[in-house]
């Protein structure tokens, strides 16, 4: 699998002038805010949204201003909705380390959300592109949109595939989706190559997701957080849904309620224990090894629909970008 540096390579340069105008962008002339800037920045991790806005713009035409100030909006845009959804659900850590509204307060954090999202606006009309504005406003709707409707089926917990799907597409995929369609746009990409990118960037968004989600299943120490957060947090994700679906109707009942015994803290309930045999139970199942081959399927569709691309190191970064998505460790 090839490593980020190396994906990065046919836009190394780019990618110095885009980390420049980030650094421009985070600035705030309120000490306390400036702070928490700095503390989201020094945790920004893999930063694969704006990779996936140069390289798609790149694969097409040279990158230009417009490029680098829409891959920072989508950064910080994302980096903003990451901040808010972490007071939402109240989650203490992120990316290992204590959140911003842990380490601060839901005041400082909702503030800062809020001052990043001002700077998005500010960039978005330095850009002067229409398409691209409708697009991250479009995609602000999306976020919240997908975080509400997490919300809303949170309440009764149980949830199908299909509703499964609708959520990661509108939490997710739909911001890799613009990334992609974004940087098509800033270069100047004709309609068939913008076309084949937008599909290429909501599967990869799929891809990214559903792998977060196996992680839940996993026994790896790097991956950042403990195992079984989602259901933790009322959140059923596609290898619970798939054993559920697999097991025998008694067995999966009894699962179901074991679920919200957890999630409801029910008196006398040893979660941990409870939680090693969901565990175990979608392991029997085999719904793993289901998401992961549903990956695959999402890898092969992201493929062919660079197809209309001539060979350059800009697809091939595309491609083991896919890769990197599917088999990363964290």
Not at 25 to 39: A, F, G, N, T
Not at 301 to 326: C, G, N
Request: glycine share 4%; net charge neutral; proline share 3%.
């Amino acid at each position: 699998m090839a490593s980020l540096s190396d994906i990065r390579k046919p836009v190394e340069a780019s990618w110095k002038r885009y980390e420049k105008v980030l650094q421009e962008s985070l600035q705030s002339d309120e000490k306390i805010q400036q702070k928490v800037l700095d503390y989201i920045a020094a945790r920004s991790g893999k930063q694969l949204r704006p990779l996936v806005v140069l390289l798609c713009a790149q694969i097409c035409n040279p990158v230009t201003d417009k490029t680098l100030r829409s891959a920072v909006a989508l950064e910080m845009l994302h980096n903003a909705s990451l901040v808010h959804d972490d007071v939402v659900d109240s989650s203490d850590t992120r990316r290992g380390m204590p959140a911003v509204h842990t380490r601060w307060s839901n005041k400082v954090a909702i503030l800062t959300g809020d001052y990043m999202l001002s700077k998005v606006i500010g960039l978005v009309a330095e850009v002067r592109n229409i398409r691209i504005l409708e697009i991250i406003s479009n995609l602000g709707r999306s976020l919240s949109s997908g975080e509400m409707l997490q919300l809303h089926v949170g309440q009764s917990m149980w949830i199908d595939e299909e509703r499964y799907l609708k959520v990661i597409d509108q939490k997710t995929a739909q911001l890799f989706q613009a990334c992609a369609e974004i940087g098509a746009e800033s270069a100047g990409c004709t309609p068939r190559q913008r076309n084949a990118l937008s599909l290429f960037g909501r599967l990869l968004g799929l891809c990214f997701q559903i792998k977060d989600d196996i992680f839940d299943y996993s026994d790896l120490e790097e991956i950042g957080k403990p195992t079984m957060s989602d259901l933790r947090d009322s959140k059923v994700t596609l290898p619970l849904i798939i054993a559920l679906r697999r097991a025998p109707k008694p067995e999966a009942d009894y699962i179901r309620s074991l679920g919200e015994k957890i999630t409801a803290n029910e008196p006398g309930i040893e979660i941990e224990k409870a939680l090693e045999e969901i565990k175990s139970f979608v392991l029997r199942f085999k719904g793993d090894e289901y998401a992961v081959q549903q990956m695959l399927e999402y890898k092969k569709q992201a493929t062919e629909a660079l197809h209309v691309f001539r060979d350059s190191e800009e697809k091939k970064s595309l491609v083991s970008l896919l890769d990197f998505a599917i088999n990363r460790v964290q």
